[in-house]
């Protein structure tokens, strides 16, 4: 099966811009969660979304967004770019709700960067 | 909230060695283990979980942890590492309510292999 898909692989921004980073899940998984790899920070949650809904979030300013499609892809905006949103963004996938102890797979990953 | 600590941020071992990476979370409540790994310019895979039932877990590639609940711990061992598996390891701990289903990742341990 095909794994969990990210566009683009790098992207180059600066400063104030916007950006839009793409997620397609495994097929049949509904959940999909997104992850910030900074350099030095480690893997922090940044938002989970499953059926259409945001279902959390973690401690990242409302400029960070998103919204998951009815074919359960997703999208991560991040609007005002600062310097500090350098990072490897991670999109990871599940299945279905309520199944709770299903791991969850990942993308390569959206190389973001702020000039 | 939930944390997570890898206290080895950088292990260099020889080939043939044993490796033992240490993690330990904060949740005091159900909760599930994951190991995965990242091997250079790779995305992150699975390498074990641990949900419920026998504490000690086997993975992929000779990989197993034990869940030690009374240590709030989940160490990752190997008895014979190779050079292939050079790589950065994290452990990962998801929460077992209904709204912390993200995963709160370690910081991570880069694990050098010499050959």
């Known amino acids: 099966e095909a794994g969990v898909t990210q566009s683009p692989t790098h992207l180059i921004k600066t400063r104030g811009q916007q950006a839009t980073l793409r997620c397609s899940p495994i097929?049949?998984?509904?959940?999909v969660y997104w992850y910030q790899q900074a350099l030095g920070l480690g893997l922090q949650f940044l938002l989970w979304?499953?059926?259409?809904?945001?279902?959390n979030r973690g401690n990242f300013p409302p400029r960070f967004s998103g919204r998951q499609f009815p074919n359960y892809s997703s999208e991560l905006n991040v609007n005002a770019l600062e310097l500090e949103d350098s990072a490897l963004y991670l999109c990871?996938?599940?299945?279905?709700?309520?199944?709770?102890?299903?791991?969850?797979?990942f993308g390569d990953g959206t190389r973001l960067s702020i000039l | 909230a939930q944390s997570v600590s890898q206290h080895n941020h950088h292990v260099i071992l020889s080939e043939a060695a044993s490796l033992e990476l240490g993690c330990n979370y904060s949740?005091?409540?159900?909760?599930?283990l994951f190991w995965y790994v990242q091997y250079p310019g790779q995305h992150l895979q699975l390498l074990l979980k641990?949900?419920?039932?026998?504490?000690l877990v086997k993975g992929i590639k000779g990989f197993e942890a034990e869940f030690i609940k009374s240590k709030f711990s989940f160490n990752l061992r190997k008895p014979s590492v190779q050079w292939s598996d050079t790589a950065e390891y994290f452990c990962?701990?998801?929460?077992?309510?209904?709204?912390?289903?993200?995963?709160?990742f370690g910081s991570g341990t880069q694990l050098t292999v010499l050959p």
């Open positions: 990871a996938s599940s299945p279905l709700q309520g199944r709770s102890n299903q791991p969850q797979h």
């Open positions: 097929s049949g998984h509904t959940s």
């Open positions: 979304y499953d059926e259409g809904e945001e279902r």
């Open positions: 949740y005091g409540g159900t909760v599930n």
């Open positions: 641990y949900f419920s039932g026998d504490p």
């Open positions: 990962a701990v998801k929460g077992g309510s209904g709204s912390a289903r993200q995963l709160t």
